[in-house]
């Protein structure tokens, strides 16, 4: 990126008919884009050959029944050769786009609250980022695994470069970084609600925020500077190609680009929201706002809109309403200003504002660098709401209405969030019962709404309202301050219960079993060059002997004993079937907390896989099997072998009994996420080996969950096992899981 330049307008495109919420430069054609609006469309704009300066509309995507809020674009492969497009909306949903059709060719569905922020990584995994709270991963049309941390909306995703690395930014003021699906990470500094996500290099990102604050991070947890210059929300980022230069856009009605760490340029718009950016492959820049107008600046001279557009476009600006209220131009007291002399005098950097005042009106100036003049920028009133498009923030969510509702004289108000586009009747009902209110309130309630919301179709709330239960006019428009969008969210993603099925077909191996470590085991050339006896394996493992010389506390034998008489199979039906199996796997989970004793999380981890030996316990554990491996696998860090290789035991009898079975692809998924967090960690070779067969087993004849092991970064995880000679096996598993992963 030229440094000597500044940017200037290329072209504005009238796009959409509402705000304009997300833009990604496209993978085909070249120079192309793809723009997503609250109109429920995506648009695809190329450039015009024949006029240098502007984009045409190459195709409108529909499919959302609601806002769209969000687009990322999936590289092109050999199937969809010119990429596919991802976009989520309001109505809880992810649509894929191609090119060639103007519906989608298939919708993911699991989000429980729009969707308002994706990202795209290698191998066509997609990550989407939810008001429910969860950020997902999605390979073709299955969702893997879901990512569970956050205690508000999702506001921000991004796919680091390094493989399986993901970050998720949150209303809850936090970022956390995610590998192979488990939190390896939280980042705090943010005092409010995290917008936007960038990355830098494998190493760092930026972050940005309704703080109205940049951060710049290191993966491994440091902040290591703050940006300040924005006075008001920061909704995106975009990163140039140096890795170091990047733009900004946010609620104060600019776009800024920063050069060398400091803001160099700062260009106003007539709009009051700036919602989205992204940096075009010849390095322009393409800005979306509220007004539904897609503007593009550019620093080639020979791209720069006609002298008629540049100034079309400056009295557009200086007709624009500025409501002090949005933060961006201090207190303001008409008395104090200066006059038009004022501006005689130059400004000192480049988006400097001065305002003036012309009698008994206040207008507001930006001092341009590039053409060394104050250009006005608009006229200064005490509010707007023809132009004031900000909707009000509540829990971290955006609305176009927050009422106060008091229900006891005197006593706090309850808030009533509500978009335009819901049914009021609907909405009254879910405020009664998430406040335990009367449904008898239910009429009253919904007329309010309605009666409030008369003529508005968008924007901010009326100034006044009725409360509908004391007929008071309590309700006052909320600002988004400061103080708001990052509470608990109400609407918290459930637990995902898959349940298992049994595997039909065994697979037996030639020659001796390579977990008990027999004499009649042999690593010829024969065998590693042709035959793989390590998996799928869908026989059980379990754990036979017992031991009696350990007795630290009582709980000690009891489990020896136990585990082993789960293998019986009338002991099996006993414990493990109804009730009694819920009341028992409750228990050993219990006792798997990370601060028990190292002999008892142990046991329970084997009692766990001798129960695989019957119908019963299969099935139970099949069942529990999200929180079973949810909180083994938070064993990974007790430093213990014993126990190491029992998880890797448990991870393989999960890995067996999926084999054979597609459609278990969430379930397979988090067979590999424990799998790799454990690898990350064990030193183990026998614990190794096993957790290398639990791989092969799990990708074996699947070909999404392969895509999913490659997009988690498995292959350069375990490849430095393949040079293990003590014990063979281990070298010579983990190149079979490799070959496979090919």
């Given at each position: 990126m030229s440094g000597s330049n500044s940017f200037r307008l290329r072209c504005s495109l009238a796009a959409h008919e509402m705000d304009v919420r997300g833009l990604a430069a496209a993978s085909f054609p070249h120079g192309a884009f793809v723009s997503v609006s609250r109109d429920r469309t995506a648009r695809v704009w190329v450039p015009n050959p024949s006029e240098n300066q502007v984009f045409t509309e190459m195709h409108c995507m529909n499919g959302h029944s609601n806002f769209v809020s969000c687009v990322c674009i999936i590289a092109p492969n050999e199937t969809y050769p010119r990429g596919l497009i991802a976009t989520g909306g309001h109505d809880n949903n992810i649509c894929v786009f191609s090119l060639d059709r103007p519906d989608p060719l298939f919708t993911l569905k699991g989000h429980k609250n729009t969707v308002c922020t994706l990202s795209a990584g290698k191998f066509g995994t997609i990550l989407s980022g939810s008001w429910d709270t969860t950020a997902k991963v999605w390979l073709g049309e299955k969702c893997m695994m879901t990512l569970q941390g956050h205690s508000a909306a999702v506001w921000a995703v991004v796919i680091l470069p390094e493989q399986g690395l993901m970050l998720s930014g949150s209303a809850d003021k936090t970022i956390k970084l995610w590998k192979a699906g488990r939190c390896e990470n939280t980042y705090t500094g943010h005092e409010d609600c995290v917008r936007g996500l960038a990355v830098i290099s494998d190493m760092e990102f930026f972050s940005c925020s309704n703080d109205a604050s940049i951060r710049r991070w290191m993966v491994t947890g440091e902040c290591v500077q703050v940006y300040y210059g924005h006075t008001n929300y920061i909704y995106s980022l975009a990163v140039f190609p140096n890795g170091q230069d990047f733009i900004s856009t946010g609620e104060d009605r600019t776009l800024r680009i920063w050069r060398k760490g400091e803001c160099s340029q700062t260009i106003r718009l007539p709009a009051q929201s700036v919602w989205c950016c992204c940096i075009l492959p010849d390095g322009d820049i393409a800005v979306g706002a509220s007004d539904g107008i897609i503007r593009v600046f550019t620093e080639s001279q020979e791209r720069v809109a006609s002298a008629q557009d540049l100034q079309a476009f400056e009295d557009e600006l200086s007709k624009a309403i500025i409501d002090p209220k949005t933060g961006d131009l201090g207190d303001i007291k008409i008395e104090d200003l200066p006059g038009r002399e004022h501006l005689n005098e130059p400004g000192n950097r480049d988006g400097q504002t001065r305002l003036i005042k012309e009698g008994s009106n206040v207008e507001a100036y930006q001092w341009s660098m590039s053409d060394g003049r104050w250009v006005k920028i608009g006229d200064v009133v005490g509010g707007s709401s023809q132009q004031n498009s900000k909707r009000v923030m509540y829990e971290g969510k955006e609305y176009d209405f927050v009422f106060s509702i008091d229900v006891n004289e005197g006593g706090p108000g309850l808030k009533l969030p509500y978009n335009v586009t819901d049914d009021p009747w609907l909405t009254a009902h879910n405020f009664l019962e998430k406040n335990d209110l009367s449904p008898m309130f239910l009429d009253q309630v919904a007329n309010f709404i309605i009666e409030n919301t008369k003529g508005h179709t968008l924007g901010p709330a009326p100034t006044s309202a009725t409360d509908p239960f004391t007929g008071a006019g309590r309700y006052i428009p909320g600002s988004g301050g400061g103080d708001q969008g990052f509470g608990a969210d109400p609407f918290t993603g459930g637990g995902r219960y898959i349940p298992g099925s049994e595997s039909t077909g065994r697979v037996s191996s030639s020659g001796a079993d390579p977990f008990t470590g027999g004499s009649a085991y042999s690593s010829s050339s024969a065998l590693k060059a042709t035959t793989n006896i390590f998996f799928p394996n869908t026989d059980g493992v379990m754990f036979e002997q017992a031991n009696t010389t350990q007795i630290l506390d009582i709980v000690f034998p009891v489990l020896d004993i136990l585990r082993l008489a789960v293998r019986h199979p009338e002991v099996n039906a006993q414990l493990c079937g109804g009730t009694e199996g819920s009341s028992l796997c409750n228990h050993l989970l219990g006792l798997m907390s990370p601060e028990g004793r190292p002999a008892n999380q142990m046991l329970a981890?084997?009692?766990?896989?001798?129960?695989?030996?019957?119908?019963?316990?299969?099935?139970?554990?099949?069942?529990?099997?999200?929180?079973?491996?949810?909180?083994?696998?938070?064993?990974?860090?007790?430093?213990?072998?014993?126990?190491?290789?029992?998880?890797?035991?448990?991870?393989?009898?999960?890995?067996?009994?999926?084999?054979?079975?597609?459609?278990?692809?969430?379930?397979?998924?988090?067979?590999?996420?424990?799998?790799?967090?454990?690898?990350?960690?064990?030193?183990?070779?026998?614990?190794?080996?096993?957790?290398?067969?639990?791989?092969?087993?799990?990708?074996?004849?699947?070909?999404?969950?392969?895509?999913?092991?490659?997009?988690?970064?498995?292959?350069?995880?375990?490849?430095?096992?393949?040079?293990?000679?003590?014990p063979a096996k281990v070298g010579e598993c983990c190149r079979l899981v490799l070959d496979e992963l090919q």
């Open positions: 981890l084997r009692t766990l896989c001798n129960c695989f030996s019957g119908s019963h316990g299969r099935a139970l554990l099949l069942g529990q099997r999200d929180a079973v491996l949810s909180r083994s696998g938070d064993l990974c860090a007790v430093s213990n072998k014993n126990i190491h290789v029992a998880l890797a035991t448990l991870v393989l009898n999960y890995a067996g009994r999926l084999y054979g079975q597609p459609t278990e692809i969430e379930a397979k998924a988090q067979c590999l996420s424990v799998a790799s967090t454990a690898l990350e960690v064990v030193q183990d070779k026998e614990a190794i080996f096993r957790l290398l067969v639990a791989l092969g087993t799990t990708v074996a004849g699947d070909s999404t969950a392969k895509d999913l092991a490659r997009s988690l970064g498995v292959n350069s995880q375990i490849s430095k096992y393949a040079r293990v000679s003590d």
